[in-house]
C-alpha cells in the first residue's frame, strides 16, 4: 500500500477535483489567487537575480580637522 504522498490520481479524478473546486472557491477567486502567486513568484525570481549580481560600494575618505 503507497503512502497518500504517492497519489497521483487518473485525469478523471483530477477533472472531479478541478470541478469542486471551482464551483467551492468560484472563478473570480482563483483567478485572482493565480494572479497573486504569478506576481509573487516574480518577486522572488527578480530578489534571486539581484542578489547574484555584485554590488560594488565607493570607498568614502573622512577628513578629519588638524589642530
Given at each position: ?14 477533472g472531479i477535483i478541478l ?13 485572482g489567487l493565480g494572479k ?32
Amino acid at each position: 500500500m503507497l503512502p497518500i504522498a504517492f497519489f497521483t490520481g487518473s485525469p478523471v479524478e483530477w477533472g472531479i477535483i478541478l470541478v469542486i473546486v471551482l464551483v467551492l472557491f468560484g472563478g473570480g477567486k482563483l483567478a485572482g489567487l493565480g494572479k497573486s502567486m504569478g506576481e509573487g513568484i516574480k518577486e522572488f525570481k527578480k530578489a534571486t537575480k539581484d542578489e547574484d549580481e555584485p554590488t560594488s560600494v565607493a570607498p568614502t575618505v573622512v577628513k578629519t580637522e588638524e589642530k
